[in-house]
């Protein structure tokens, strides 16, 4: 099974892909997709929808997993949304099945305490994926967590 994980944002999408099977899992790829900070909206989301699109013809994942939006400040909340959308639109348009976790299920997953910070996460994805270092950059490391997380809920 392959499981590729996503952290929704405008400015950085986080990705990471694993492969479950009966020796263990695998890491496949991670990474993320970048917009321009200064170009239109509407490009920023094209360029999302396009680079999304290619990536999951490439990853072919058998699921994708989802951290749901988490509400901070509002601006920055809504621009996330608006990729978020775009997201889902691109999943369905591969009709690929999604779980969705929050950040709290996710740190609890990983770790075992769902107010755990941000440090200890990455430490855990470095962990359970056999890394010497801790994946980077940060919205990377936060999608393998959020597929890691697909793979114990499994």
Known sequence: ??????????????????????????????????TVAKTDIGQRLETIHDDLHELVSLQKPDLVALEKLFFYRMGNTILVAQARGVILLVLAQHQLPIVEYTPAQIKQALTGYGAADKYAVQEAVARELQLKIIPRPDDAADALAVAITAWFQR
């Open 1 to 34: 099974m392959r499981i590729l994980g996503l952290d929704p944002g405008l400015a950085s999408l986080g990705f990471g892909s694993i492969r479950i099977d009966n020796a263990g899992v695998e890491l496949l790829d991670y990474g993320i997709i970048k």
